[in-house]
């Protein structure tokens, strides 16, 4: 090999990896969106959600079915956030063909956000990044809600205190 095709090689091989660098470069900043766009929907939803909750408990009646109705509201809100969130992954990975058809992206989105994972169905070698991304989000954001379900159910059992008792 002469001198000048190395250097045409070498210059290539440079030119190949600027150009990897820039697409893992967009493709985290894709995802970076993808995870702030599930956080923000997670707090305006536990936003609404609190906000209902409150009323709720104030005018609540310390009976059984009005506490368990309160509870199942709260349950199906979270879940219908969640699988909100899910559509959010699922309807990106979609539009980035990146499965065959909007089923298999919502059915790959909920066992990866759950982190039930069974692996039936893979990303593309460049998107699998975005797996194990959805899975922590999909983690944290499950937290948040159990969090905010004991935060309403500790609400709910809180001893009432008079206004100027500390």
């Known amino acids: 090999m002469s001198r000048t095709q190395w250097k045409r090689s070498k210059k290539s091989a440079l030119d190949n990896d600027?150009?990897?660098?820039?697409?893992?470069?967009?493709?985290?900043?894709?995802a970076s969106a993808l995870v702030a766009t599930t956080v923000?929907?997670?707090?305006?939803?536990?936003?609404?959600?609190?906000?209902?909750?409150?009323?709720?408990?104030?005018?609540?009646?310390?009976?059984?079915?009005?506490?368990?109705w309160l509870l199942i509201r709260t349950a199906w809100w979270l879940i219908v956030l969640h699988l909100f969130e899910i559509a959010v992954w699922a309807l990106f990975l979609w539009w980035q063909n990146c499965l065959p058809d909007i089923?298999?992206?919502?059915?790959?989105?909920?066992?990866?956000?759950?982190?039930?994972?069974?692996?039936?169905?893979?990303?593309?070698k460049e998107w699998r990044l975005f797996g194990p991304l959805e899975g922590l989000t999909g983690i944290l954001m499950c937290g948040l809600s159990v969090?905010?379900?004991?935060?309403?159910?500790?609400?709910?059992?809180?001893?009432?205190?008079?206004?100027?008792e500390a």
């Open 40 to 68: 923000t929907i997670h707090a305006a939803g536990l936003g609404a959600a609190l906000s209902h909750a409150l009323r709720s408990i104030k005018r609540l009646e310390a009976r059984f079915w009005s506490i368990t």
């Open 103 to 124: 089923g298999s992206s919502l059915y790959f989105s909920g066992v990866t956000y759950t982190t039930v994972g069974y692996g039936d169905l893979v990303l593309p």
């Open 18 to 30: 600027e150009n990897i660098n820039d697409a893992m470069i967009a493709k985290l900043l894709i």
């Open 147 to 164: 969090g905010f379900f004991f935060a309403v159910i500790s609400r709910i059992h809180a001893p009432v205190t008079k206004a100027g």
